[in-house]
């Protein structure tokens, strides 16, 4: 077998290839360059650019291993980077690492690296497949505040067997003292911790570039309907926001609702962010099948948010509503629904809706 390590110049995906090297596999880099049709444009990739092509190359040099360079910018453009510019002049909040994770890395760079012999792709990140009673299965890495396992909820079931995470047993903090022991080049190398092709952390303007003039200024609405400003468009604001809304209304003002149909922000306090459930859609089950029409699992609503208990109704069409046992505060459509047993992922879906309060006191609660 033949490994091939999704490397991008930083400390984790070299540590990666190091240890897989180490555990006796015949290794190779690869190296995903997101260089788009035009530099001019906005949402040229930084992290797998010319700087991150020659970080990766000189790690597979320290190593002794081959290193592939592949040319993705214009499949990042079509399956992730137009898709973020639709999603926030629909007035969703995107997350576009769970798009690449599930239609590029997983995907098209999968599929890729069986045509150069590969037959197992690794990747850095801090998550954990294993074979279990109910087969393989994607489980949290061990620690809860590096795990990533949110972000990988879309790979395919039948392609765990080949999917390699040789960090989801480690801490970050092992992680940086084995590149250090290993003498890796970019054992110094700081994290990463913005959008990659959003690169001078204005998105919006990746936003106009590619949807002129479906972001545009409209009301600004409080919880009654009141106009109370003029926002600048819908892509410059996310549920559960609060600062840069330049309004006084004698109370902290939040964010609660984007709305495309009117080309309207909501605002109003805090109580208004509060749900009892979420709609989702574009289900995908990694660790379960659709044999069970309800179940109870342990929901994480955001990357950085820990675990919620909630009943999750599947419906037709690959879509799900799910009641939270408790309500929740900031349930933001665009981003993903993962659903966890413990520590082993069971699915995901793209988060499209709340649930009104009507539908969580239902007696057949959650019917769909």
Aim: proline residues 5%.
């Amino acid at each position: 077998m033949k490994v091939f390590a999704a490397m991008s110049g930083g400390v984790d995906s070299s540590l990666t290839a190091a240890l897989l090297l180490e555990q006796g596999y015949a290794v190779a880099g690869v190296t995903m360059c997101f260089e788009l049709p035009s530099a001019a444009r906005p949402g040229t990739a930084s992290c797998c650019g010319r700087e991150a092509i020659d970080a990766a190359r000189s790690v597979c040099r320290h190593l002794g291993i081959e290193h592939h360079v592949l040319n993705y910018g214009d499949v990042l453009e079509e399956l992730v980077i137009r898709d973020f510019a639709e999603e926030y002049v629909r007035g969703r909040t995107p997350n576009p690492c769970v798009r690449c994770n599930t239609f590029l890395k997983f995907d098209r760079l999968f599929r890729d690296i069986r045509g150069l012999g590969g037959t197992h792709l690794a990747t850095g990140h801090y998550a954990r497949v294993e074979a279990s009673s109910r087969g393989w299965v994607l489980r949290k890495g061990v620690d809860e505040s590096k795990d990533q396992s949110y972000f990988l909820y879309g790979i395919r079931r039948e392609s765990l067997p080949f999917v390699l995470f040789p960090l989801g047993a480690y801490t970050k903090s092992q992680v940086r003292a084995m590149a250090r022991e290993r003498a890796l080049p970019v054992a110094e190398r700081p994290d990463s911790q913005d959008i990659c092709f959003v690169t001078d952390g204005k998105y919006y303007d990746v936003v106009a570039a590619r949807s002129p003039g479906g972001d545009r200024p409209g009301d600004m609405l409080d919880h009654n309907g009141r106009v109370v400003s003029r926002h600048a468009g819908l892509s410059r604001y996310t549920i559960g926001q609060r600062e840069g809304l330049g309004i006084a209304l004698g109370y902290p003002a939040y964010v609660y609702q984007l709305d495309s149909s009117s080309n309207t922000v909501r605002v109003g306090p805090r109580e208004k962010l509060l749900c009892c459930g979420l709609e989702a859609e574009g289900l995908r089950l990694t660790g379960m099948d659709f044999s069970q029409e309800k179940f109870d699992a342990g929901l994480k609503i955001r990357y950085n948010r820990i675990d919620i208990p909630a009943s999750v109704y599947l419906g037709k069409e690959a879509t799900l509503r799910a009641v939270f046992h408790t309500p929740q505060h900031g349930v933001t459509p665009g981003q993903s629904v993962v659903f966890y047993d413990g520590d082993v992922v069971l699915g995901g879906a793209l988060i499209t809706g709340v649930l009104p309060d009507d539908f969580c006191l239902m007696p057949a609660k959650g019917e769909i």
